[in-house]
């Protein structure tokens, strides 16, 4: 029982330590900001850089580019007049264009104008550019992981060729 009693000490005058020597932050301004990373390896190369002047105004890019060269660079603002973004890439299938606020310039080999409609009204821009973004690494998930698949089958035929010309012999 003192034993118990003694821990119930200590474990008072703990919890009274922690709770004098921890300040209360209260959330007041946004404060200006910045970052930035990039990264390269052998898939290719991913990069983003923003800024913020803490009184709701954002400027920044992203981009990458894979292993083919493909390569796409966002630069964008964000303040009082919406998100504004200006879109670089050599994607296949892209051509320059202009549609809500956003200024697309393609220097893809084999950009056409037509066939495709967009509608951009109400829609995130910075959003669907990172949609763009995820659904681009998933597809270079889904290459290497067939890929890994090709070596894995490779390497099962020539355990089955190993035991048929044992079994043979």
Same mark, same amino acid.
């Given at each position: 029982?003192?034993?118990?009693?003694?821990?119930?000490?200590?474990?008072?005058?703990?919890?009274?330590?922690?709770?004098?020597?921890?300040?209360?932050?209260?959330?007041?301004?946004?404060?200006?900001?910045?970052?930035?990373?990039?990264?390269?390896?052998?898939?290719?190369?991913?990069?983003?850089?923003?800024?913020?002047?803490?009184?709701?105004?954002?400027?920044?890019?992203?981009?990458?580019?894979?292993?083919?060269?493909?390569?796409?660079?966002?630069?964008?603002?964000?303040?009082?007049?919406?998100?504004?973004?200006?879109?670089?890439?050599?994607?296949?299938?892209?051509?320059?264009?202009?549609?809500?606020?956003?200024?697309?310039?393609?220097?893809?080999?084999?950009?056409?104008?037509?066939?495709?409609?967009?509608?951009?009204?109400? *829609?995130? &821009? +910075? =959003? /669907? #550019?990172?949609?763009?973004? !995820?659904?681009?690494?998933?597809?270079? %998930?889904?290459? *290497?992981? &067939? +890929? =890994? /698949? #090709?070596?894995?089958?490779? !390497?099962?035929?020539?355990?089955?060729? %190993?035991?048929? *010309?044992?079994?043979?012999?």
């Amino acid at each position: 029982m003192f034993i118990l009693a003694v821990f119930s000490c200590i474990a008072l005058a703990q919890a009274q330590l922690y709770h004098d020597n921890h300040d209360h932050h209260h959330h007041h301004h946004a404060q200006p900001y910045k970052f930035g990373y990039s990264v390269k390896d052998h898939h290719g190369e991913q990069h983003r850089e923003e800024s913020g002047n803490g009184a709701g105004g954002v400027v920044g890019s992203y981009g990458f580019t894979d292993a083919r060269g493909i390569a796409r660079q966002v630069n964008y603002v964000a303040d009082h007049a919406g998100f504004r973004a200006q879109v670089k890439t050599n994607e296949p299938g892209t051509a320059n264009q202009n549609p809500a606020a956003v200024h697309l310039i393609s220097n893809a080999p084999y950009a056409h104008s037509g066939g495709v409609a967009l509608s951009m009204e109400g *829609l995130d &821009m +910075e =959003d /669907m #550019v990172l949609d763009m973004e !995820d659904m681009v690494l998933d597809m270079e %998930e889904m290459v *290497l992981e &067939m +890929e =890994d /698949m #090709v070596v894995l089958d490779v !390497d099962t035929m020539a355990m089955a060729m %190993e035991v048929l *010309l044992d079994t043979a012999v």
